[in-house]
């Protein structure tokens, strides 16, 4: 009947799915997905979110994660990078053991980097996420990628010890050990010129 319609249909649809029920869960998926190909995208993420709720009250937490990762991609893509990170880091917040938590979570965080470049007052965010990540997901490759963020972020503010003691984090079997090396030896360097300038031993 044409797209006038087809999103009046698809908009009726998402408002008419009671919570919780576990039929409607692919339902409002595929309706999700059809929203967004007709660039609703509102209206997309909404869909996405709500089948996500309806999947983990059924009892689907995987189904869950990956509706809710749906929702938060939509966002990134459409350059909403605060309500994106906000997504990624509560799915990955929400289900902590799910094998791909740790790389969601970190997408958040790259989610606030962008919003901190814009914003300032998203910087102190932007840190935090990245101490969260490395205290829940310690052994992880997310975590030293993480590390290096946070040392490369203290470094461009002459935070020299900080710095040091995030890079020195990373272990030998990371595949970001040599990338560490290569950032702590400049800082390692400033911080015994500042403190020699400082006169310190």
């Given at each position: 009947?044409?797209?006038?319609?087809?999103?009046?249909?698809?908009?009726?649809?998402?408002?008419?799915?009671?919570?919780?029920?576990?039929?409607?869960?692919?339902?409002?998926?595929?309706?999700?997905?059809?929203?967004?190909?007709?660039?609703?995208?509102?209206?997309a993420?909404?869909?996405?979110?709500?089948?996500?709720?309806?999947?983990?009250?059924?009892?689907?937490?995987?189904?869950?994660?990956?509706?809710?990762?749906?929702?938060?991609?939509?966002?990134?893509?459409?350059?909403?990078?605060g309500?994106?990170?906000?997504?990624?880091r509560?799915?990955?917040?929400?289900?902590?053991?799910?094998?791909?938590?740790?790389?969601?979570?970190?997408?958040?965080?790259?989610?606030?980097?962008?919003?901190?470049?814009?914003?300032p007052?998203?910087?102190?965010?932007?840190?935090?996420?990245?101490a969260?990540?490395?205290?829940?997901?310690?052994?992880?490759?997310?975590?030293?990628?993480?590390r290096?963020?946070?040392?490369?972020?203290?470094?461009?503010?002459?935070?020299?010890?900080?710095?040091?003691?995030?890079?020195?984090?990373?272990?030998?079997?990371?595949?970001?050990?040599?990338?560490?090396?290569?950032?702590?030896?400049?800082?390692?360097?400033?911080?015994?010129?500042?403190?020699?300038?400082?006169?310190?031993?």
């Amino acid at each position: 009947h044409g797209p006038y319609w087809g999103r009046r249909a698809d908009q009726l649809l998402v408002r008419s799915q009671p919570g919780g029920a576990g039929a409607g869960t692919e339902v409002l998926s595929r309706t999700a997905d059809n929203l967004y190909l007709k660039k609703e995208f509102d209206q997309a993420v909404a869909a996405y979110s709500q089948a996500a709720d309806q999947a983990r009250a059924s009892g689907n937490p995987e189904g869950a994660f990956q509706l809710a990762s749906r929702a938060a991609l939509v966002q990134e893509l459409r350059e909403k990078h605060g309500d994106a990170a906000r997504r990624f880091r509560a799915l990955a917040v929400a289900l902590p053991a799910h094998k791909e938590a740790a790389a969601a979570h970190l997408r958040g965080v790259w989610n606030e980097a962008k919003e901190a470049a814009k914003d300032p007052e998203a910087g102190q965010t932007y840190v935090s996420l990245l101490a969260e990540q490395i205290a829940t997901w310690p052994e992880s490759e997310s975590a030293a990628l993480a590390r290096i963020w946070l040392g490369k972020w203290h470094a461009g503010r002459k935070e020299w010890a900080p710095a040091i003691k995030a890079l020195a984090g990373i272990t030998r079997e990371s595949v970001h050990f040599p990338a560490a090396v290569a950032a702590i030896a400049p800082c390692w360097q400033e911080h015994l010129r500042s403190r020699t300038t400082a006169g310190k031993k």
